[in-house]
């Protein structure tokens, strides 16, 4: 018994403490100086079957531990790690969720993966323990993160960013070029005010029996161009009624709870958006969220 406990310690030790990085280094230590690989293992505390496999190649150095290989490449989870906690650090972090949609659009679009194909939340856990250094937490709340970020530190740093960003695509003269999205929800439940009424007379008001929300998205440029609004109703099918006496340009779609998601995005990008664009030959598009 105790043997057992001690052999599934050992096992948990090696597995939280050595990444993917580690595998890498110790790869490349042995291949280009030569070293003993147990020496190797245990400097950097990687069980020695598993770099041995590596260095025989048996396994593939990508691959952390043993079984199906994971589909993205070491690099490429590096890239996606990285921007996880980037966005996590400026204040939009992604939920589980949203995670694993944003590798499964990653995957569609490295070729790795079809549309109608998502990742599954298995994937993503097997993700955190392949990357240790990222995890999941729940958020503080929005006014605090905003006063944290208020620093002139954190000021600096987003717009030197914004600075890179701009001079890199070359948009620092084409304000036309630079545009901001953003969406509210509005709710269609009606919360009646207090009224002047009789001490014995208990008023009544008309009101949603259900409250539901409905999603806007507007967005416009840095001269002034407004692109028009764009509605997402809850429900399943779209009827031409919802946009009755909206201004012209005006569209809309649904989802099952009136909230955006990322086929409503992309519908909204490539049909709605799209045609408000300057033209091609001026160059790249900035799209700053929020």
């Known amino acids: 018994m105790e043997i ?5 310690t050992v096992k948990r030790k090696y597995r939280t403490t050595y990444t993917p990085q580690d595998v890498t280094d ?33 396994t593939s150095v990508d691959v952390l531990k043993s079984g199906t290989p994971p589909l993205f490449s070491q690099e490429q989870e590096a890239f996606l790690s990285q921007h996880l906690i980037t966005m996590a650090e400026i204040g939009f972090g992604y939920t589980r969720q949203e995670t694993i949609n ?18 599954s939340k298995q994937w993503f856990y097997n993700f955190l323990n392949r990357w240790p250094s990222i995890k999941v937490v729940k958020p503080r709340s929005l006014e605090m993160a905003r ?11 987003y717009f030197n960013e914004l600075n890179k960003i701009l001079t890199k695509y070359n948009l620092k003269d084409k304000p036309h070029c630079i545009y901001n999205i953003d969406e509210k929800g509005l709710s269609l439940e009606h919360k009646p005010p207090k009224i002047v ?14 409250s539901k929300t409905v999603t ?20 399943v099918r779209m009827l031409p009624g919802l946009l009755e006496g909206c201004t012209s340009g005006t569209s809309g779609t649904v989802s099952e709870s009136g909230w955006s998601n990322t086929e409503v995005f992309t519908k909204y990008m490539t049909e709605h958006l799209e045609p408000h664009l300057p033209s091609r030959a001026d160059g790249k598009v900035m799209f700053p969220w929020g």
Do not use: W
Not at 29 to 46: W, Y
């Open 102 to 119: 944003l590798a499964s659009d990653y995957a569609v679009h490295l070729g790795l993966r079809e549309q109608d194909k998502p990742l």
């Open 147 to 157: 006063a944290r970020s208020a620093t002139r530190p954190a000021i600096d740093q």
């Open 26 to 58: 110790a790869y490349n230590m042995v291949k280009e100086h030569h070293l003993p690989v147990e020496r190797v293992a245990k400097q950097f505390g990687i069980p020695i079957t598993t770099l041995k496999d590596r260095i025989r190649g048996k």
């Open 197 to 210: 009424t009789g001490t014995h007379y208990k008023p009544q008001a008309v009101t949603c029996g259900k």
């Open 4 to 8: 057992r406990q001690f052999q599934s």
């Open 216 to 235: 806007v998205i507007g967005g416009g440029n840095a001269v002034g161009n407004q692109v028009p609004p764009f509605f997402v109703f809850p429900g």
